[in-house]
Structures are given as C-alpha cells and as structure tokens.
C-alpha cells in the first residue's frame, strides 16, 4: 500500500518544531515525498499569536504557495481539562478548519505532560485511566472534532496500562461505536507508533485497530511531524496495518481532482446536524 496523504503535520508556530517547518518548506517536502494531500494541523497552544493568530499565518503562507497538492488547514486542540467533553480552543467556525484533531497532551487533574517520567501509584493510574476515558467519550460527542489524534497515547506512558485487552479493549469497543455515530475518524500516528514503550503494548494496540474496523470507523493517517524529515514517512504505519485487510475506502481524506470546497460545506454541515448515514464519502485517492 502507498500512503500519499499525511493528516497530521506542525509548523514553526507550535513553538517546539524544527526552524524549517514554514509552510513553503513543508510544501516542498510533501512534493518530494510525493504526497497528494496533506494537513496543516497547528496545535491550540497560546505560544507565538496564539491559535487564532497562528492560523491566521499559515493561511496568509498557504495563499503565497503555488502547489498541486491538496492543503487542508486543521488544528489540533487539546481537551478543555475542566469542562469534559469541551476543547481548550473552539472560537472557530467549523467550515474554517478541517481536519479537526483532539489530542491529549497532559494528564487529566494533573500538571504532568505525556512525556515526562513521571512514578504514579496504583490509584493515581486509576484514576487518570478513568478520566481520561471518560473525557475521551465526551470528546467523540463534540460536534467539532474530526480526528482522534494518537489515541491512547497517554495511557500507554508510564505504564497506565500494560496492555489493550479485556475491559479496557471494551471501553474501546465502546469509543468505536460513539466514532463511528459521530463521524470521528480514528489516527493511526507514525509517531505514536514509534514511541510505543513496549512490545506488549505494540502488539495489543492492534486489537484496538481491529475493533475501529469492525466498528466501520474511518482511519486518518498522520506523521505527526514536526521536522521535515519526517513528512510521508509511514514505515511503522505501514508495519502496524500489514496483518489487516485495509482498503482505500477505510480512510479519511478528499478525493483529488473534482472535489470543491461546497462539497467539503456539505459535509460539515451534515456532521453538525448529526445525519448519521455515511456522509463521508472520501474515497483515498492515494491510497493504492
């Protein structure tokens, strides 16, 4: 399978990305990884001009490039921690941005990112697993929320969990259905994939895959870059996906070529009204 489309790439304006990461930069990687269709999804951080300023930016960039690759201007936004089910950013009309991602970058009640090493006990495992499922639930719900970004990421550090099996591959069972009412696409993330800590976690997350399958949930599929080297580069994506059956029409991304913007419209609206019948008919053009 050939993957021309990355769903998940940051600029410069995440504050935390490689100097090269412009929007004319990122362009010119996409081309010469050959991809058709790619995503600028800018995280909500109140760094630079904060995320309506940010995306005012990108935009202004894109407008000053010419390409013919498909560009979607997205955002990925972090849970609002206090209000569950709300994001920390949602001053934004929904035909304005799309994808929408919703990523976990801290651990609910906690002032700890993902990435830290951090000794919880017993209880404190408990309780961030049952908050953030929680939360995650509510997140499926929300109207502006397109893509799940690296699910289960957080809960795999630290050792959360150890692995994806009995009632915390129910409670995945049950995030499939909610996807699949409200039109929320799951991601499949090369950079997830890469900092999965253990083999036993590796292998259990795809029984995770297997249930958003059976569940009929769309897959998005993202780098995650915040370099250029890392724009289109899918071979852990690739590994992950190998033992399963995956079709062009398993995934979420915009036909090339005839698809216009009223089209896009129509869909978005048909989310927010809550039409439960299939209304995203993307057909991967890329995916072969």
Not at 141 to 168: C, T
Not at 171 to 193: K, M
Not at 265 to 274: K, Y
Request: proline share 3%; charged share 25%; glycine share 6%.
């Amino acid at each position: 399978m050939n993957l021309s489309f990355d769903n998940h790439i940051h600029t410069i304006y995440s504050g935390h990305s490689d100097p090269m990461m412009t929007v004319g930069n990122i362009i010119k990687y996409s081309e010469q990884a050959q991809l058709t269709q790619i995503a600028i999804t800018e995280h909500s951080f109140d760094w630079h001009l904060g995320p309506r300023g940010n995306l005012e930016l990108i935009q202004k960039e894109l407008a000053a490039v010419e390409t013919d690759i498909r560009v979607l201007v997205g955002m990925e936004i972090d849970p609002d921690m206090k209000n569950w089910g709300r994001l920390n950013f949602e001053d934004f009309n929904k035909d304005e941005l799309f994808p929408v991602l919703v990523g976990f970058h801290g651990y609910p009640g906690m002032d700890k990112g993902w990435f830290e090493k951090v000794h919880f006990t017993r209880r404190d495992k408990n309780r961030i697993y049952n908050r953030w499922s929680n939360m995650l639930e509510k997140l499926i719900e929300n109207p502006k929320v397109d893509v799940l970004a690296h699910p289960g990421r957080l809960i795999m550090q630290n050792r959360i969990i150890d692995e994806f099996s009995g009632n915390i591959l129910r409670n995945f069972e049950r995030f499939a259905a909610a996807a699949r009412q409200y039109d929320v696409a799951f991601e499949i993330n090369e950079t997830l994939l890469n900092s999965i800590p253990t083999e036993k976690l590796w292998k259990s997350y795809r029984n995770v895959l297997e249930v958003m399958l059976a569940n009929g949930v769309k897959l998005s599929v993202g780098s995650d870059a915040h370099s250029p080297d890392k724009i289109g580069r899918f071979n852990r994506v690739l590994e992950f996906i190998q033992p399963f059956n995956i079709n062009s029409f398993d995934f979420l991304t915009i036909n090339q070529g005839e698809q216009n913007e009223t089209q896009i419209h129509t869909h978005r609206i048909a989310r927010c009204d809550r039409d439960h019948s299939d209304t995203r008919q993307y057909a991967a053009a890329g995916a072969e």
